[in-house]
């Protein structure tokens, strides 16, 4: 991992770039793959009479160009260095935990089999012949996973199906998965 650390309006003091040095191993022991991190220390010379003028900014790059930051402000440089990896860590925490939680969901097939039985790719409809028998229309918008120009009379395909004003009309027409091994 590559660290830069660097100062402004302030010497850096050999004690707070071991200190900094010391945190960021800590910080990459639970996050193997940071690829590079940057401390800044600076003096707020702009307000002498306030109590923090101690300020620390800690940004870390991780994979994909993702950086987490954070800037403390303390009274003292060594209680700002600890405010901003804390808040680092909590921060990749989050990041790994919401990683972690990432759910892929699926759409459910349709609960209905069939065979395209009539086509009419002009006007952009079709029908499809029941296992059970009769016939549900379908327009080429209700086709997913599939061109509607791919489709040919006798393919068998998953849908579902509502009562439409001339009987059932097919809401999603879908060629039925692919099995493993098939």
């Not at 990683?99 to 969901?105: I, P």
């Not at 089999?113 to 029908?127: A, D, E, H, M, T």
Request: glycine share 8%.
């Amino acid at each position: 991992m590559n660290l830069e650390i660097e100062s402004r309006n302030i010497a850096m003091t050999p004690r707070w770039k071991t200190e900094i040095e010391a945190r960021m191993a800590d910080l990459q022991h639970g996050h193997e793959d940071i690829i590079h991190g940057r401390v800044t220390l600076t003096k707020n010379r702009h307000h002498k009479k306030l109590a923090k003028v101690a300020e620390a900014l800690v940004l870390v790059t991780i994979p994909k160009r993702r950086t987490v930051t954070a800037h403390k402000v303390d009274k003292t440089f060594e209680e700002a260095i600890r405010a901003a990896f804390e808040a680092v860590a909590i921060e990749l925490r989050k990041f790994r935990e919401k990683r972690a939680t990432k759910v892929v969901r699926r759409e459910p097939l349709p609960d209905l089999r069939g065979v395209v039985s009539k086509l009419f790719p002009r006007k952009g409809y079709g029908f499809i012949l029941q296992d059970g028998g009769g016939e549900v229309y379908f327009h080429k918008n209700a086709v997913k996973g599939i061109a509607f120009t791919e489709l040919e009379d006798g393919l068998e395909v998953l849908f579902s199906a509502e009562p439409g004003d001339k009987g059932l009309h097919a809401t999603v027409v879908q060629p039925p998965p692919v099995r493993a091994g098939a």
